[in-house]
């Protein structure tokens, strides 16, 4: 196993970074969040991820980045859902609603972890009760390296019926973690739709044609290109932030990201995809090599069960049955232009 410390917590729990190579890529992450910390192209040396040097940013600063993210990511209406007749309120982290997973998330949690190979495997249990989520449930998140890319599984086992959607929520930017932006990459969405968002950012049940409007993704455009359109979607989303439902059934391209350099197309077998811009991004902690990130400097694709979809009635609910282990995945296909 190849690992090195990467920082102690508050609490004293000592966190660890793992390493994986093959004759392409080399990757690195931390049990803090089974986060990923390093993607690297051998052939130009290029890091397409954000992120920081010690456990340290990860914990104090840009919230989830590159977080292994639940029990649910993305946001549940005012947190509540009901299940088996029962309804539940989990706590309020996000606007009146609750935000991946709740007030401490997977991606605040260390993860069992085990190397096998150019494979890493993180364990958590998650108990009854926590974050108000019903039901025992054993999450795994799995990263294989690959030859032509990273694929990320992650599979619950529940002992209760319960609920769970887990993403990956890395930033990305294909010049480098750097203080530029992501404006200048190339998007192709494989979605004719996307889901318009309440005012406090809640994913709305109805999923609307993306033909016309500044959601147009099929054919690929600079990401910049209307980020700032006079739209009332961009308004509140200040930016991109927002599901799209992905054209097809089981494993198939979701979006293709590419600048000069290099090109990362992301293949999943669920539903939906939330495309989040930086908004948010502070630009005032320290990152790799330096950097500040600024807003629009990493670009998000977290693959998902569309938001809210335990509410709707359209979607597939993210159900995790007693005695019953779901299982689902991301590839990374990391390619030189």
């Known amino acids: 196993m190849s690992y090195y410390g990467f920082g102690t917590l508050q609490n004293g729990e000592r966190t660890q970074i793992y390493h994986l190579e093959n004759a392409k890529y080399r990757v690195d992450m931390t049990d803090y969040g089974a986060t990923l910390v390093i993607f690297i192209d051998k052939k130009t040396g290029i890091d397409i991820l954000l992120g920081y040097t010690s456990v340290w940013g990860y914990t104090y600063s840009t919230p989830y980045m590159g977080a292994t993210v639940g029990r649910v990511c993305n946001r549940i209406l005012y947190g509540k859902f009901t299940l088996n007749g029962k309804e539940y309120q989990l706590p309020l982290n996000d606007r009146g609603n609750t935000l991946h997973g709740g007030m ?188 500040f990130y600024p807003q629009f400097s990493g670009v998000c694709m977290e693959t998902q069960h569309v938001p809210n979809a335990i509410n709707y009635e359209r979607y597939e609910k993210p159900l995790v049955h007693a005695g019953e282990t779901v299982e689902h995945t991301t590839f990374y296909r990391l390619e030189e232009i």
Request: overall charge negative; hydrophobic content about 30%.
């Open 104 to 291: 401490v998330s997977y991606a605040k949690k260390v993860w069992k972890a085990e190397q096998k190979g150019n494979t890493m495997i993180f364990t958590y249990h998650s108990k009854d009760g926590e974050e108000g989520f019903p039901g025992d449930l054993d999450i795994t998140a799995i990263y294989a390296l690959e030859e032509e890319g990273l694929r990320f599984t992650w599979k619950a086992t529940a002992k209760e019926d319960t609920i769970c959607s887990i993403t990956n929520h890395a930033y990305f930017n294909l010049n480098g973690p750097s203080d530029t932006t992501v404006l200048d990459h190339v998007l192709k969405i494989n979605a004719d739709t996307y889901n318009p968002l309440n005012k406090t950012g809640v994913a709305l049940e109805e999923a609307v044609n993306v033909e016309g409007t500044p959601f147009d993704f099929r054919k690929g455009k600079r990401i910049g290109d209307e980020i700032r359109a006079n739209d009332p979607q961009i308004h509140i989303g200040g930016g991109y932030d927002h599901n799209f439902v992905i054209n097809g059934k089981g494993m198939r391209e979701a979006c293709v990201l590419s600048n000069d350099k290099l090109r990362l197309t992301v293949e999943t077998d669920l539903e939906g995809m939330q495309l989040y811009t930086g908004n948010k991004l502070p630009g005032n902690i320290v990152g790799k090599e330096g950097h």
